[in-house]
């Protein structure tokens, strides 16, 4: 989990943001430095308890989660910008840097 948060913030770009929405049991250490110079913002979201968690992932290993991925060309990036900025993209969409 530490990894993880810690690559988001190094990869946010000047004066974006992280959203925390987990609960690592860890405590997080952060590079103040570049928060502050970047005006990076770090926000938590509380959407639910530990237990909570817990059951989504309980749901998830038992197949009852079916995730909406779609994967399209590289070539189709930009209509893919535009698509995501007109808000018409739903679940997660990857991009096959394959061809």
Known sequence: ???AFNSAVDAVR???RVVAVGLPPEAMSLDIPRLVLDGIQVVGSLVGTRQDLLEAFQFAAEGKVKPKVTMRPLEDINAIFKEMEQGQI????VIDLRS
């Open 1 to 3: 989990a530490k990894a």
């Open 14 to 16: 000047a004066g974006g």
């Open 90 to 93: 739903r679940g997660r969409m």
